[in-house]
């Protein structure tokens, strides 16, 4: 996974200046990336704070791993019940010649 440009704390910082009376104009200026950047971020993290900022990649992570886990575990699930459908079938012996 890349690395992201800017980190959280930095994003909050510029919506959180936006938040102090500051328009969105000038805070794109001053701290160097485009409208639509800011507004990405706005709908990205809202009115969030750092440790909620935090906590969300942190489940987010959590999710990611769990996904995977499962997706793991299915396939060997899948990989056994083929397995068993298979031993289980009845096999008719070979006649004995006269």
């Known amino acids: 996974m890349r690395k992201p440009r800017f980190s959280e704390a930095f994003i909050l ?5 936006v938040q102090d009376g500051v328009s969105v104009r ?4 001053r701290y160097g990336i485009c409208e ?9 993290y809202g ?16 999710n990611r791993r769990l996904r995977s886990l499962v997706s793991e575990l299915t396939t060997d699930n899948q990989a056994l019940l083929g397995v ?4 289980w079938q009845l096999v008719e012996p070979p006649e004995a010649a006269p």
Do not use: P, Y
């Not at 910082?13 to 200046?17: A, D, I, N, R």
């Not at 639509?36 to 990205?44: D, G, P, Q, Y």
């Open 13 to 17: 910082e510029v919506l959180g200046s």
């Open 26 to 29: 000038a805070a794109c200026v």
């Open 36 to 44: 639509a950047t800011f507004l990405r971020w706005r709908e990205k």
């Open 47 to 62: 009115s969030m704070k750092l440790s909620e900022s935090r906590r969300l990649q942190q489940i987010l992570e959590e």
């Open 84 to 87: 068993l459908s298979k031993q």
